[in-house]
Every structure is written in C-alpha cells, then in structure tokens.
C-alpha cells in the first residue's frame, strides 16, 4: 500500500483542489501480455505508474494518467526525446512539453511532485502573477533542478521551478531529475549536493533559492520590485 489511511485522506484533498483536469503522460517500459495485462521491467517505472493511478483514482476525475510505452511506441518516445525512463511530462493541450520529472517522485519529491499538478491545473500563488509581468524581459530558457528522495531542502525548491515553467507556458521549462536513478547524468553536470540548478546548460544556482531569487536570475537583474515580496 503506498500510503496509510491518513496520508490517502490527506493526498485526496489535495488532489480535490484540482481546478481544471490535467493529463499526464507517463512513459514507461511496459509490454502488452496475451490477456492484455501489462509487464514492466523497470521497477522505477512500476512505482510511477502506481503511485500516478492512486493520484488519478483520489483525484474525483481531475487527472488522467495516459501511459506510454517506449517498448511498444518508440515514435511517440523519439517525438518527445524520451531517452531514460520512468518519465513523467506535463504537456500542455497544444503539445507542449513545459516539465519533465526524470524521477519517481517519493520520499521529500512527493509534496513538490503534488505542487507541481496544482500548479498544472490552474492553481496559481500569489508570486504567479509576478512572472507574468516579468515574461517579456525573459529569454527562452531551460532549467534542470537535480534533487534526491531524501533532500531536505529540495520540496522548497522545486515548486519554484515548475511554476515558472506552467506560468510562462514553456517559455521556460523545466526538467526534475533524480540523481539516485540517473546518475550518469549527475556526474556530467558534476553533481557534488542538491538541490542543483542548471540554467540554460550554463549558470549554475547550488542550494534553494526564492521566486523572487531566480526572477533576478532570469531577468538578469532587470525586474521590477513593485509589489514583489522579499
């Protein structure tokens, strides 16, 4: 069982502040069997996958799940360069991809993940509106954040990210990757602790960080603090 009574209680009211349906897609390894069961090899991938149907199933309607095997559908794979798996893409409805989490989100990546489809679904904080104003004076960026189940500090991190991507509607994305399941990936990026994160493959932000702190980052010291809180 992935979560006690307590905790499901918990999660199914956070997925019931859903404010409009989200679809994921989830790309995995399975294998179609005669009686129409599906096989997975990877254990990471199970994980995603059951850990995504418990969201869909608390969610009253709100999230789908639309699993995608790299096994059985290498095109839709190459289409959205799905190299490693499991692989979690938040799409919008004209195709594109704003986040990638490289993860199975457990452990401390849990909150951050359940954020992160809020956010997806049209929830919006009150800093949201503050990198609405700021998009023009950001160039198209990508940001890697790399974190780990057990990060203490990565939950408060995280969020700030994926916001920027779902407010900016791609213009900045963001990819969540799991260095325990990708650890080559951390030794090119020369991963030494997390959070960590890679800003268009080239500045470097080691620790958290605040909406307001990567704003000055992106906007390359250029943002306006008329009602922006410190």
């Not at 069997?33 to 990471?44: H, K, L, N, T, Y």
Request: charged share 25%; proline share 5%.
């Amino acid at each position: 069982m992935l979560f006690s009574q307590n905790e499901l209680d918990n999660v199914k009211r956070e997925m019931n502040k859903l404010k409009d349906k989200v679809v994921l897609k989830l790309f995995t390894d399975f294998k179609t069997q005669e009686d129409g069961s599906r096989i997975r090899v990877c254990m990471a991938c199970e994980g995603a996958y059951n850990l995504l149907k418990t969201l869909e199933e608390l969610s009253n309607g709100k999230l789908g799940v639309e699993e995608i095997s790299i096994e059985e559908n290498p095109e839709e794979a190459k289409k959205y360069n799905v190299t490693r798996i499991p692989a979690i893409l938040f799409v919008t409805d004209d195709g594109k991809e704003i986040i990638r989490y490289s993860a199975h989100p457990t452990g401390s990546e849990f909150v951050p993940f359940l954020n992160s489809i809020q956010y997806f679904s049209g929830i919006r904080p009150y800093y949201a509106d503050q990198i609405l104003t700021h998009l023009k004076k950001i160039d198209k960026s990508e940001m890697k954040i790399f974190i780990t189940p057990t990060c203490p500090y990565c939950p408060a991190t995280v969020p700030v990210l994926t916001l920027f991507a779902i407010v900016s509607k791609g213009k900045i994305t963001a990819e969540v990757i799991d260095v325990s399941l990708n650890p080559d990936i951390a030794k090119k990026y020369d991963v030494q602790g997390v959070p960590l994160t890679v800003v268009n493959e080239s500045e470097r932000i080691v620790g958290m960080f605040t909406p307001q702190d990567l704003l000055d980052k992106l906007t390359k010291g250029q943002r306006d603090f008329g009602g922006m809180y410190a």
